[in-house]
């Protein structure tokens, strides 16, 4: 049974750090691709940053390009998104995806809210 679990969510000032973490099971995760997106009220979902497999190369939205940092850790099957210096824009729910050719498997979800 595949499952990808979000933590890390939370409140936190415009400015402020979090850390998400998904855990993934079920599946070879070391070749799978991972992302994390996101979805505002109102908004489509969108890509936040990816990280390739093995290579570890990464790609980001432009929106986040130097404030966020996407990593993975094989071993444990988790991959990680730091945010820092969030805004207000930054506001959503973010969503782990787990990707390799036609398999494409979502978790549920974690709410981040940057507010004063």
């Known amino acids: 049974q595949v499952q990808l679990v979000e933590s890390g969510g939370g409140l936190v000032q415009p400015g402020g750090s979090l850390r998400l973490s998904c855990v993934a099971s079920?599946?070879?995760?070391?070749?799978?691709?991972m992302s994390w997106y996101r979805q505002a009220p109102g908004k489509e979902r969108e890509l936040v940053a990816m990280?390739?497999?093995?290579?570890?190369?990464?790609n980001y939205a432009d929106s986040v390009k130097g404030r966020f940092t996407i990593s993975r850790d094989n071993a444990k099957n988790t991959v990680y998104l730091q945010m820092n210096s969030l805004k207000s824009e930054d506001t959503a729910v973010y969503y782990c995806?787990?990707?390799?050719?036609?398999?494409?498997?979502w978790g549920q979800g974690t709410q981040v809210t940057a507010s004063s």
């Open positions: 079920g599946f070879t995760f070391s070749t799978y691709i």
């Open positions: 995806n787990a990707a390799w050719f036609f398999n494409k498997y």
């Open positions: 990280i390739i497999n093995t290579a570890g190369s990464t």
